[in-house]
């Protein structure tokens, strides 16, 4: 049994050194992809509008907010569950391509289905599938990357996080 002085610390510490990001290439992927897994929420979000005005009789923005938001808080709670058994850039990969998926059906529905008219709640329950989706596809990429980006230095945590306000805003303009 050791004795009660004797500590040792839970991290240990490594002297490789960081390599250098010379044109802030790492950087600027970081940012990107921070950036990007907000991108398809903006969207659904900001296009509010003609949702309501396709569904007059439905709160759509709190819909897809519900359904958002319930779906990628208990997608991330099961990846945070199995995440040993899971490799973040396969989730950042497959949450990508979830995310082209959902906002490819939306519009495509549109044009061939809904045809813009009113009152057509089977492209309601389509796209609220597509919002969910793109819910599940956010807690994939939010925890691939922001894990990834974690064993990193800490400039590219900051990166997704600066990314993922900079996708905000620049839907707001």
């Known amino acids: 049994m ?3 002085d004797d500590s040792s610390p839970l991290l240990t510490t490594t002297t490789a050194t960081t390599p250098r990001d010379t044109h802030h290439l790492a ?3 970081h940012f990107t992809l921070g950036a990007g897994f907000l991108l398809p929420w903006n969207a659904f979000i900001t296009a509010v509008d003609y949702f309501t005005y396709l569904y007059p009789s439905l709160n759509v923005d709190r819909v897809f907010s519900v359904t958002y938001m319930l779906v990628g808080l208990v997608s991330l709670l099961l990846l945070i ?3 040993h058994k899971s490799n973040p850039f396969v989730k950042i990969n497959v949450g990508l391509g979830l995310f082209v998926v959902a906002l490819t059906v ?3 529905m549109d044009v061939v289905h809904v045809k813009g008219e009113t009152g057509v709640y089977g492209g309601f329950y389509v796209t609220v599938g597509a919002v969910a989706v ?3 596809a956010d807690a994939l990429v939010q925890g691939g990357l922001i894990g990834a980006a974690g064993e990193l230095p800490e400039r ?3 990166a997704v996080v600066a990314g993922t306000a900079a996708s905000g805003e620049g ?3």
């Open 2 to 4: 050791p004795a009660a």
């Open 27 to 29: 950087y600027i992927i």
């Open 81 to 83: 569950l199995f995440s």
């Open 106 to 108: 939306v519009p495509v």
């Open 134 to 136: 793109c819910g599940f």
């Open 156 to 158: 590219y945590t900051q």
């Open 171 to 173: 839907f707001r303009v």
